[in-house]
């Protein structure tokens, strides 16, 4: 298993940036493919962007193109630099870790989950 905290969360204007970060403590940081997924209030959980070991990035059409997702190994940590945010993209925000072959894009792909940050866009 691994630990994983989720920081950088807060509230924005519309059109204004944030950076989440997700720091990861256990099992080995370099091979896993790393997700961030994001939650709003009454809707399912919905994938956004993920990275695979070998930095592979593939991202959800709703923040193709606004958002980053990035990893640094040596500090066991992966980023999501959100850019041009939307009311739309309020929602309580995860960073996942799953280990394998193969790059996950949906919740039960996932392994170990983080607690949460919230994002707040407003209008």
């Known amino acids: 298993q691994v630990q994983l905290v989720e920081s950088g969360g807060g509230l924005v204007q519309a059109g204004g940036s944030l950076r989440l970060s997700c720091a990861a403590s256990?099992?080995?940081?370099?091979?896993?493919?790393m997700g961030w997924f994001r939650q709003a209030p009454g809707k399912e959980r919905e994938f956004i962007a993920v990275?695979?070991?070998?930095?592979?990035?593939y991202y959800s059409d709703s923040v193709k193109g606004r958002f980053t997702i990035s990893r640094d190994n040596a500090k066991n940590t992966v980023y999501l630099q959100m850019n041009s945010l939307k009311p739309e993209d309020t929602a309580l925000y995860y960073c996942?870790?799953?280990?394998?072959?193969?790059?996950?894009?949906?919740?039960?792909?996932?392994?170990?989950w983080g607690q949460g940050t919230q994002v707040t866009v407003s209008s």
């Open positions: 256990g099992r080995t940081f370099s091979s896993s493919h």
């Open positions: 996942a870790a799953r280990w394998g072959s193969t790059i996950g894009f949906e919740v039960g792909d996932f392994a170990s």
């Open positions: 990275i695979s070991w070998s930095r592979i990035t």
